[in-house]
């Protein structure tokens, strides 16, 4: 029986990655769990006037580039096929390309191109035949079993850590992106409870109200709406109904500017928090570079 792999990979980084609070969309991906790293969680006073483009830079941070996801799954990809699965699926068991946009906004970005053909639902959400030993392949991705092992998790050992060191060069290199946002997570808390933030989401709400749609406080309600609609293919978030609903939240997300006021909101919180902590964000950074060379060399 074919089913929608939901991507048991997630338990492959342990304690550090889960879904938080903030990535309200269920289908974009994972974003990493912060709560082991003890920031402030105090309230973040708003900077008077915001920092250029901050947003748009922290996010780059944040993201990993569309080709060091390539590069790095791919040395995992060969690895798994090594240990005996050839028809491990990045998509499925292992790592997505997460939007890390959720991570600010509180919802993944949409596109009206992919909102009209797959809904909410992105290439990792395919349907895919499940291993014939799912637990062996999740070992063989981790490197430890998650439920017989008592100690402490070693990340080298698994093909996911061989993605790591071949292209950050560590194992548990993306603790570091962790730690960013952690570090940023009391601003962006900050930043959601500004009234600027809430009335550009209730403009946001009325205008799917008037589509239909009623009763929807953000994007990430819209797309756990289409989950009730279910395809052709037996997967959920899929048909005609959840594409509509996506469409008219990329349409209100347009008519309604949402986008640049959310973020002129998150600049000024944001701004705060980079000035206080910007300094700690040096080895994130330069993961970003280190990286980004090597994947050149790779490809060369």
Not at 124 to 137: F, G, N, Q
Not at 174 to 202: C, M, W, Y
Not at 256 to 269: E, F, G, K, Q, S
Request: hydrophobic share 40%; glycine share 12%.
């Amino acid at each position: 029986m074919k089913t929608r792999n939901r991507g048991l990979g997630i338990l492959a980084l342990g304690a550090i990655v889960a879904v938080t609070a903030a990535a309200t969309g269920p289908l974009p991906g994972l974003v990493p769990d912060t709560s082991a790293y003890g920031s402030d969680q105090s309230p973040v006073i708003p900077a008077e006037n915001a920092k250029p483009g901050i947003v748009a830079e922290l996010l780059g941070l944040l993201q990993e580039p569309k080709a060091v996801f390539d590069a790095r799954t791919k040395v995992t990809t060969e690895c798994m096929a090594a240990a005996g699965f050839p028809g491990f699926s990045n998509g499925g068991q292992g790592d997505r390309l997460t939007d890390m946009s959720a991570s600010l906004r509180g919802f993944p970005g949409l596109s009206l191109e992919r909102a009209r053909l797959n809904g909410y639902r992105s290439e990792d959400d395919a349907v895919t035949s499940p291993a014939a030993d799912p637990a062996e392949e999740l070992k063989a991705y981790q490197g430890f079993d998650p439920i017989k092992s008592g100690a402490d998790p070693d990340f080298t050992k698994g093909c996911r850590g061989a993605g790591y060191i071949a292209i950050y060069g560590g194992a548990t290199a993306d603790q570091e992106f962790t730690r960013v946002l952690g570090t940023l997570l009391p601003a962006i808390h900050s930043a959601n409870r500004d009234i600027g933030f809430k009335n550009a989401l209730v403009e946001w709400s009325k205008c799917m109200s008037d589509a239909g749609f009623p009763a929807l406080t953000d994007p990430g309600n819209a797309a756990s709406l289409s989950l009730n609609f279910v395809g052709a293919d037996g997967t959920d978030g899929a048909g005609p109904e959840a594409r509509r609903i996506a469409v008219a939240d990329v349409t209100c997300r347009g008519t309604t500017n949402l986008i640049p006021r959310l973020d002129a909101v998150l600049a000024r919180y944001l701004t705060t928090a980079v000035e206080k902590h910007g300094q700690e964000f040096a080895p994130a950074r330069a993961l970003r570079k280190e990286s980004a060379a090597r994947v050149t060399a790779l490809t060369k």
